[in-house]
């Protein structure tokens, strides 16, 4: 098979992009190098939609291997094992900037998978991972609305840093991450030093500019070495069926969205839905679909509470847009924690707890880029006993994992 290369210019480095020789069956493969690190992503789209789950079923995963850096793992099994908090954290980095250039409608499972095969300590993966996840998308032929570019901006003595160095990481006031189009910004993600307001604006712009070259890198590379777009069509929305359930439900609908309790208001909705389900879903026809007649009905239930917003009308617990929710603080809840409140907004409380401890108590990183101790750690959690729900309880999702970077 062909072997095609794309050179891009990117700051202090050069960008390669090479695609054709490893992953062959992978829908689209592109190794992305800049300076000895090397990124491998694959895009795999399933054409048949085996489930209709209601939803886009994309999956992006990072995974890093310890051979990039010339490393052993730690442990008994000396085996990389489950994905560690940078690994979630980078492919959560990867999805937020990707998944909302898919089109509406659009449920085929798609799976993202970015390895790091070498690595510069001085030159991070996870931009190279960003732009392999945009470049292979662009080649594959799933119907994607990019490419996008992305970059890291730092900020030191009153310049902007492109892709700065580990090193000039340490010694920088900025630590941005910028994704975008060729008119857009989609994602950042970023820590600052009390910078002001102009000076972080001034960032986002830097790095959108900076990375159209890897924009229109990536589009001449698809040119060149594209796969054929997928004939894929939206399904066409049943109108009728649409106004249908709309006479049916929505004044019942409107009436539930005004109960102020929330639990009550959710069981109040889920009747209703419910008899929506039973007046247009027939066990004698598979048409329409349930899935079908749910998708219109929450439609309708966006629709209603929007139109309320937009018309000015008080939120649903009588608020107007003004005001905040009644919030409590009760500080020394558990006797024996260090330190501990409860922390109630509205319905929505959360319990802080803190645990102080020396530094043989700090976290030891065994990471690829090098082993380092975390003395401050910030663990969210969010069972499903939060939302009334039932649920596995099992290790950290990736969504606690990032809420408690956040954090």
Request: charged share 25%; with cysteine.
């Amino acid at each position: 098979m062909p072997k095609y290369i794309k050179e891009i210019p990117f700051g202090d480095h050069t960008l390669t992009l090479e695609t054709g020789v490893i992953a062959r069956q992978a829908d689209a493969a592109v190794m992305v190098s800049m300076n000895d690190t090397k990124v491998l992503v694959t895009v795999v789209g399933k054409k048949q939609i085996t489930q209709d789950r209601g939803w886009f079923p994309l999956t992006c995963n990072y995974i890093e291997k310890t051979y990039a850096a010339g490393k052993i793992p730690g442990g008994f099994l000396k085996r990389e094992g489950r994905p560690n908090e940078h690994e979630t954290l980078t492919s959560r980095l990867i999805d937020r900037p990707i998944r909302p250039l898919f089109p509406a409608g659009f449920k085929n499972e798609v799976q993202v998978v970015a390895t790091t095969m070498s690595l510069n300590p001085d030159v991070s993966p996870d931009i190279l991972a960003l732009v392999g996840a945009s470049a292979a998308l662009a080649l594959s032929g799933i119907p994607w609305a990019g490419p996008i570019g992305a970059c890291r901006v730092g900020y030191k003595d009153g310049i902007y840093l492109l892709n700065p160095s580990r090193t000039e990481l340490e010694e920088s006031d900025l630590d941005l991450v910028v994704a975008g189009s060729e008119d857009a910004i989609l994602m950042v993600e970023s820590e600052a030093n009390q910078l002001p307001e102009r000076t972080m604006l001034g960032a986002v712009l830097f790095g959108h500019e900076m990375m159209q070259t890897v924009i229109r890198g990536i589009r001449e590379l698809a040119e060149e070495a594209g796969k054929p777009r997928w004939d894929w069509q939206a399904a066409e929305i049943n109108e009728g069926l649409a106004v249908d359930i709309r006479s049916f439900a929505k004044e019942n609908l409107t009436q539930a969205y005004q109960i102020r309790e929330k639990q009550e208001r959710y069981d109040a909705v889920a009747v209703v839905k419910e008899s929506v389900i039973e007046k247009f879903c027939s066990e004698e026809s598979e048409e329409p679909t349930q899935a079908e007649v749910v998708g219109l009905f929450d439609k309708l239930a966006k629709t209603i509470v929007r139109d309320r917003i937009l018309a000015g009308n008080a939120r649903i617990d009588g608020r107007d847009t003004r005001t905040v929710r009644p919030i409590s603080i009760e500080a020394g809840l558990l006797p024996r924690a260090h330190g501990s409140a409860v922390f109630t907004r509205g319905e929505t409380q959360a319990i802080g707890a803190l645990t102080l401890g020396s530094d043989r108590d700090a976290q030891i990183i065994d990471a690829i880029m090098g082993e380092r101790r975390d003395r401050f750690m910030l663990h969210y959690n969010f069972p499903p006993y939060c939302v009334g729900e039932t649920g596995m309880m099992m290790s950290p999702k990736r969504r606690e994992i990032g809420h408690g970077k956040l954090a």
